[in-house]
């Protein structure tokens, strides 16, 4: 849990920096969770984000794939 606190730590400091600003131009710069990843698991590193993905492989039989994301910049997992 502790990582995925800190992806969201990560997220919103992102969002801090760039004056909650999307370069875009496409979402409010009032808005917090403006960005269209807000509501998926972010992982701050390939390497955690792919051992996710194991993880659910195993548990649930989920294959998935680990990406980077544009929006973000952080990892999430999608569906194969």
């Not at 409010?28 to 969770?33: C, F, S």
Request: proline share 1%; charged share 20%; with cysteine.
């Amino acid at each position: 849990m502790a990582t995925v606190r800190r992806a969201a730590e990560n997220k919103l400091r992102y969002i801090e920096m760039d004056n909650l600003a999307y370069t875009g131009g496409m979402f409010d710069d009032t808005d917090e969770a403006a960005l269209p990843c807000s509501d998926k698991l972010a992982l701050d590193t390939q390497q955690q984000a792919e051992a996710a993905a194991t993880v659910a492989q195993y548990q649930h039989g989920s294959s998935l794939k680990a990406y980077v994301c544009h929006h973000c910049r952080l990892w999430h997992l999608s569906s194969m």
